[in-house]
């Protein structure tokens, strides 16, 4: 065989394989680049920085743990005052795939998204202008944002926009999968191909497709049969005001699945072999057999990529000008309530 024979044959293998990652209905998702790394920086920061909440305790990384495949591995989490949250919390990673933010949309995006849970009674129980207020009055704080924006302004559009700029960096890839469907055949077991072919041809690809296996439209749940849950959430009706957006919610993405337990908005189901059989039994119809049952999972556990390696950084000490926590509803420390600008 000659060398330029050989060649040929490369090349053609290359687009034979390129043809054949394109035909399929999810897409590798690839590793970040990051190209603002002081932003990044500051975001992560603020990421991990509890004095973003009334009570000093709670920060993003509280409900979205990166310890923990970027959920808290509960129902619902736990609020300010340890309220129960309403809904379970998605994972923050590879959540810049996502159409939208929440599981109803209703957060254009990750800024967005990032502002939410400050001001929330339920959530991190503060206000935007105590949040800005509590970083301003750190001077290390101040120059981060010197350096990041220009001057020392510390606005809740910058805060959220460091925060959205480092949660973009928090991608997963190379998983499994991926490496099988950049050729590798050996990098996914039997099962896992087994239930790859299963997922495509009982239809679950009609929703989970793209980089990150969902996250790109909503869907009734309980297309077929109703999902009976005591949960309050309603959907994207809440946004919408439409009778028809009822139950319909953002397609969550399947990536990390395995780590992202419990399952579903209301996080009542706590094992994938559960979850994989509720949702064909009301999305698609179907009863799944055992052993299809074990391949789905198989599939679906190849979908786990590598977590984003983060070093926790260390924040600025609070000073005599940085707002008091308040972790409880009076000051622990005085029989007098706390002042009432500080509650606000």
């Known amino acids: ?38 932003k990044v920086e500051l975001g992560k920061m603020l990421f991990f920085e509890p004095r973003l909440s009334k009570s000093g305790y709670i920060s993003c990384n509280s409900c979205h743990n990166l310890a923990t495949g970027g959920v808290d591995a ?12 309403p809904i379970n919390s998605p994972t ?7 159409l939208a933010q929440f599981w109803d949309g209703r957060a254009s995006d990750l800024q967005a998204q990032a502002a939410g849970p400050i001001e929330n009674p339920k959530e991190m129980g503060y206000s935007h202008a105590l949040a800005t207020q509590t970083i301003a009055s750190m001077p290390a704080y101040r120059a981060h944002f010197a350096k990041v924006y220009g001057d020392e302004n510390v606005t809740i559009d910058r805060l959220t926009d460091a925060i959205s700029t480092f949660e973009k960096t928090l991608v997963t890839p190379n998983s499994p999968f991926d490496q099988y469907l950049l050729g590798k055949q050996d990098a996914i077991s039997v099962d896992a191909k087994a239930g790859y072919q299963l997922f495509k041809s009982k239809g679950c690809v009609s929703c989970h497709n793209g980089p990150a296996v969902g996250g790109t439209m909503y869907m009734k749940m309980g297309l077929i049969k109703p999902f009976h849950t005591n949960n309050p959430a309603e959907g994207r009706i809440a946004v919408t005001g439409k009778e028809a957006d009822k139950f319909v919610f953002k397609v969550p993405t399947l990536r990390n699945i395995e780590l992202t337990y419990p399952y579903f908005h209301d996080g009542s189901v706590w094992t994938l072999e559960e979850a994989v059989n ?67």
């Not at 509960?74 to 949250?85: A, D, E, I, M, Y």
């Open 92 to 98: 923050v990673l590879n959540a810049n795939y996502m």
């Open 74 to 85: 509960l129902p619902t989490s736990v609020g300010h005052n340890w309220q129960q949250g």
């Open 278 to 344: 509720t949702m064909a039994d009301i999305q698609l119809g179907q009863k799944l057999s055992d052993k299809e049952n074990l391949a789905m999972v198989a599939f679906l556990v190849s979908l786990t990529g590598e977590q984003p390696q983060i070093t926790l950084p260390i924040l600025p000490p609070s000073n005599k000008n940085t707002p008091r926590p308040v972790p409880f509803s009076h000051d622990p420390m005085s029989s007098k309530p706390v002042s009432s600008e500080l509650l606000k």
């Open 1 to 38: 065989m000659t060398k330029l024979t050989s060649i040929a044959i490369f090349i053609a293998g290359i687009f034979a394989s390129a043809h054949a990652i394109s035909a399929e209905p999810i897409e590798v998702i690839k590793a970040v680049k990051v190209t603002e790394p002081e």
